[in-house]
C-alpha cells in the first residue's frame, strides 16, 4: 500500500508544479484580457493582434469599429485586441 502511494508522490509533484508555472498564470492572464475588453469605450486608442493601431469609434457585443487613418474605419473582433494604448499615442 506504502509503495503504490510513493511511486504516486512524483506525478502528483508534477501535476502541482505544472499548475503554478503554467496554468495558473495562463489563467490570470486570460482574465486581465477579459476585463480590457469589457472595459472598452469610444474614444480608446488600440493595438491589435496583427499591429493595426487606431482608435475606437463604435462598440459592438462581438465587434467593433476602429478609426485607422482620417476617414477610414475598419470593422474589427474584439479579441483581435491586444492592448489599450494610453491617450494621445496615435497622432
Do not use: W
Not at 13 to 34: A, D, N, S, T
Amino acid at each position: 500500500m506504502m509503495s503504490s502511494l510513493t511511486s504516486m508522490a512524483p506525478l502528483v509533484l508534477m501535476f502541482v508544479v505544472l499548475y503554478f508555472v503554467m496554468i495558473r498564470p495562463q489563467m490570470k492572464k486570460q482574465k486581465e484580457h477579459r476585463t480590457m475588453l469589457s472595459a472598452l469605450a469610444k474614444g480608446d486608442e488600440i493595438a491589435t493582434a496583427g499591429g493595426v493601431l487606431g482608435k475606437v469609434t463604435k462598440l459592438g457585443d462581438s465587434l467593433l469599429s476602429v478609426e485607422i487613418a482620417s476617414g477610414v474605419e475598419v470593422q474589427l473582433q474584439r479579441s483581435a485586441v491586444v492592448q489599450v494604448l494610453p491617450k494621445g499615442t496615435i497622432k
